[in-house]
């Protein structure tokens, strides 16, 4: 009898140190927001707002147009869209591209939770679309089915979308030459909806080689038929093209190193894990 009551108190002992080191779990089961893939300043009209969340049971439950808004300001009007939740991201895509110049609200609302009833906390944030026609990221693209990654692709982001007609290779519309000044021939393949133009070449980019990068001025958004500003001074008069000097490594995990000044290849800070560039898989 007393070896029952002593393995009775040491489990009881055993169960209370848990919880005072452990806790009982409900804050670390809450959905936590992590990042968004658009920054708050000259965000492109062509986009997937998405947010990445960490769930510890998913999947997510309630996310629809009630918990997930998108509104122009100052008017609070809702911005059209489909809105759906998968691999850990909750994605708002607009009908139809942005407008320039404008104010916008993204909003997280109450109603949100996982399967087990936590409720993630509401957040939100305000951010303006551009207004002028400029590449506004470029990376690499990789190859996961062979060891190490190679390059196959490069994906170049518009801030909105581009007159596909001039998305070729040619001297004022897109061309790549390595170190050598040999061209590096590609197809291309254009996704409006996201502004994205993915070259493909045929042969692996080298890794640890030096690549330069020229796109336009001759490329045109589809929009409003502007020409693109290339060196993104916020004028197309001077009529100058897009450049970009870059080599890769063979960390998967990294994207273009940029070799000279130019650093308007990426336009803000980068979020936890690269995460904007989910806005296209």
């Not at 009982?24 to 708050?40: D, I, R, S, T, W």
């Not at 009007?77 to 607009?94: A, C, K, M």
């Not at 997280?108 to 936590?118: A, C, F, P, R, W």
């Not at 007609?165 to 996201?194: C, K, P, R």
């Amino acid at each position: 009898m007393n070896i029952v009551i002593f393995k009775i108190k040491n489990f009881i002992l055993f169960s209370i140190i848990i919880v005072l080191f452990i806790g009982c779990g409900p804050e670390e089961h809450q959905p936590v927001a992590k990042c968004l893939n658009f920054g708050v300043s000259n965000v492109r009209r062509n986009l997937h707002l998405i947010l990445s969340v960490s769930v510890a049971r998913p999947p997510l439950e309630g996310v629809d147009s009630q918990t997930v808004k998108l509104l122009r300001l100052p008017s609070e009007t809702q911005v059209p869209g489909t809105i759906y939740y998968s691999n850990d991201r909750i994605i708002l895509i607009p009908d139809n591209p942005l407008n320039e110049s404008t104010q916008y609200r993204f909003e997280i609302n109450e109603g949100i939770s996982d399967v087990s009833g936590k409720q993630m906390d509401p957040i939100y944030q305000e951010f303006t679309t551009g207004d002028i026609f400029q590449v506004y990221y470029v990376d690499v693209l990789r190859n996961y089915s062979y060891s190490p990654a190679e390059v196959y692709s490069i994906g170049i982001y518009f801030s909105e979308g581009a007159n596909t007609s001039h998305l070729i290779f040619g001297e004022g519309n897109i061309t790549v030459y390595d170190e050598n000044n040999m061209a590096q021939f590609f197809n291309v393949a254009y996704y409006d909806d996201v502004a994205l133009a993915v070259l493909n070449f045929d042969y692996p980019l080298e890794m640890d080689k030096l690549y330069i990068l020229r796109i336009g001025p001759y490329i045109y958004s589809n929009l409003d038929g502007e020409m693109l500003d290339g060196d993104r001074d916020n004028q197309v008069s001077d009529m100058e093209a897009f450049e970009m000097r870059f080599k890769y490594s063979d960390d998967m995990g990294a994207g273009i190193d940029i070799l000279d000044s130019i650093t308007f290849a990426q336009p803000y800070n980068e979020s936890i894990s690269r995460c904007f560039l989910w806005e296209f898989d």
